[in-house]
C-alpha cells in the first residue's frame, strides 16, 4: 500500500487529487474541534465515555464527545443512503429511477441528499433532548442571556448543518480526490482515535502493571497489553483474507459464428467474495439492537417501579453492550442482514439469464432453473461463511472485554474492520487510475 501511494505521489495528477482528499479531511478535523455553542462540553466528554456515548464518538472521530459541529459525523448520510436503497426494491418508481443510468443516479443521490438533511435534523433534536435531559449540558448562563429557544435552535441547526456539511465533504472526495468520500472521512475519524487509544493502553501497561509490580502485584496488566496487540494483528490479518476471498465459478461460453469472424469459445469465471456486503451488516446490527439504548438514553433511564416498569428496566439491562443477551442478538442480526442485504444486491436469476443470452454456461448445470438453484446453494454458502467471520470480529471486543476487565478501547472489531476495508478499497483505486495513465501513457 504504502509503495502505491510513493508511485501515485510521483504522478502530478494523482498527486493534486491525494493533496486535495487530505485538505478535505484537514477541514473535517478542524470541524471536530469546534465545539456547538451554548453546550457545556466537560459534561458531554465525561458522558461519553459511557458504552452508548463512547461508540457514537468513535464514528464522529471525537466529535460527539466534544460537542463538535460535526457531532452527527456522516450518520444521517449512511442512514439516509441504506434507506434509499431499499426503498429503491420496494417502491417501483425509484426501482425505475435507479435502472435510469446515470440520469436516474443523480435523482436518486439528490432524494438521498434531501433526506439526508431531514434525519439530521431528526438526530439534532434528540441530541439536543439528550443533552438537556439527561446530562443537564446546556449553559445557564448562555440560556439567561440568549433565551432558551434560541439556544435550543442554534444547537439543532448547527447540528444539521454539521451533518450536511459532512455530506458535501464527502462528495467532494468523490469528484476530486481519491477514493469513496464517505468511506474516507469515516476512516479519518476512527484512526482520530488511536491516540487516545495508545494511551489508554500505557496507562494500564505502566501505571497499573509495571508501577503495581514493583510493589508486588499488576502482572495481569503487564501481560495483557502485548495480547491486545498481538490479536489486534491478527484481527487485521484476519479481515484482509476475507476482504480479498473470493468463490469462482466457472463459465464456458460457446463458439459462436457472425459474419465472417468466431466469438466466444473462451472459460472464464463468476467471482463471488466472501464478504460482499461488507462492513453494512454490522451497521445495520448495530443500530438495531442500539435501539433500546437510544430510547433510553433520550427518555432517561427506566426507575423499575411496578409491572412495565420492571419490564422496562429489563430491556434497559439486557440490551447493555456488556451484556451476553446483547452479543448474541448483535450476533444474530448481522448473520440475517449479511443474507439480506446480498438477497437485494444478487439476483442469480438475472445471472442465469445474462448467461443464456451471451451464450455461457456453468458446467454440469443446465441453463435456466438447475443454474439457479446452484448460484443460490453457492451464494447461501459464502453468504453464511462471510456473515460468520463478520459476526466474530464484530462481537470479539465484547466477550474480550468481558473475560479480561478490560473495555473502552477506541478501536473495536467493527472499527478495524471499517479502517482495513477503506484502505484496502482505497490502494486498489489509487493502482487502478496508476493503471489508466500507464496505458494511457503507452497509446500516446
Given amino acids: 500500500m504504502f509503495q502505491t501511494l510513493r508511485n501515485a505521489w510521483k504522478i502530478p495528477d494523482l498527486r493534486r487529487k491525494i493533496l486535495f482528499t487530505l485538505f478535505i479531511i484537514l477541514i473535517f478535523r478542524i470541524g471536530s474541534a469546534i465545539s456547538v455553542p451554548f453546550v457545556d462540553v466537560d459534561k458531554i466528554t465525561e458522558a461519553a465515555k459511557g458504552e452508548f456515548l463512547g461508540y457514537l464518538s468513535m464514528l464522529s472521530g471525537g466529535g460527539f464527545s466534544d460537542a463538535s459541529i460535526f457531532a452527527l459525523s456522516i450518520t444521517p448520510y449512511i442512514n439516509a443512503s441504506i434507506i434509499i436503497q431499499l426503498l429503491t426494491v420496494a417502491i417501483p418508481p425509484l ?39 439527561n446530562y443537564n449540558a446546556l449553559v445557564s448562563e448562555a440560556q439567561r442571556g440568549f433565551g432558551f429557544w434560541f439556544a435550543a435552535a442554534v444547537i439543532v441547526l448547527v447540528f444539521t448543518a454539521g451533518s450536511a456539511m459532512m455530506m458535501w465533504l464527502g462528495e467532494q472526495i468523490n469528484e476530486r480526490g481519491i477514493g469513496n468520500g464517505i468511506s474516507i472521512l469515516l476512516f479519518a475519524g476512527i484512526i482520530s482515535r488511536l491516540p487516545s487509544a495508545a494511551i489508554y493502553l500505557w496507562s494500564i501497561f505502566y ?44 463459465v464456458q461460453y460457446a463458439k459462436r459464428v457472425v459474419g465472417r469472424k468466431m466469438y466466444g469459445g473462451q472459460n472464464t469465471y463468476i467471482p463471488i467474495k466472501v464478504n460482499m456486503s461488507g462492513v453494512m451488516p454490522i451497521i445495520l446490527a448495530v443500530s438495531m439492537v442500539s435501539v433500546p439504548s437510544v430510547i433510553f438514553n433520550f427518555a432517561g433511564a427506566p426507575k423499575g417501579k411496578g409491572f412495565f416498569g420492571q419490564i422496562a428496566l429489563f430491556i434497559y439491562t439486557v440490551f447493555k453492550p456488556s451484556h451476553p443477551v446483547y452479543a448474541v442478538l448483535y450476533f444474530l442480526l448481522i448473520i440475517g442482514f449479511a443474507f439480506f442485504y446480498v438477497k437485494i444486491q444478487y439476483n442469480p436469476l438475472e445471472i442465469s439469464n445474462n448467461l443464456r443470452k451471451n451464450s455461457g454456461a456453468i458446467p454440469g448445470y443446465r441453463p435456466g432453473k438447475p443454474t439457479v438453484d446452484f448460484i443460490n446453494r453457492v451464494l447461501n454458502k459464502i ?30 472489531g467493527t472499527s478495524i474492520m471499517i479502517v482495513v476495508g477503506v484502505a484496502l478499497e482505497t490502494s486498489q483505486q489509487v493502482e487502478s487510475q496508476m493503471m489508466m495513465r500507464h496505458y494511457k501513457g503507452f497509446l500516446e
Fill in 383 to 412: 453468504t453464511l461463511t462471510g456473515a460468520l467471520c463478520l459476526g466474530v470480529i464484530a462481537t470479539f471486543p465484547i466477550i474480550f472485554s468481558a473475560v479480561s476487565g478490560i473495555g473502552g478501547l477506541a478501536l473495536g
Fill in 207 to 250: 501505571d497499573a502493571g509495571i508501577t503495581q509490580l514493583n510493589a508486588g502485584g499488576g502482572l495481569k496488566n503487564v501481560i495483557i497489553v502485548p495480547v491486545i496487540l498481538v490479536i489486534f494483528f491478527v484481527i487485521i490479518a484476519f479481515i484482509v483474507l476475507i476482504t480479498d476471498a473470493e468463490r469462482r465459478i466457472p
Fill in 95 to 133: 426501482e425505475r429511477l435507479a435502472k435510469e443510468g446515470e440520469t436516474g443516479r443523480k435523482k436518486l443521490a439528490q432524494i438521498t441528499r434531501y433526506t439526508t438533511v431531514v434525519l439530521g435534523l431528526m438526530l439534532g433534536i434528540a441530541y439536543f433532548l439528550m443533552i438537556k435531559n
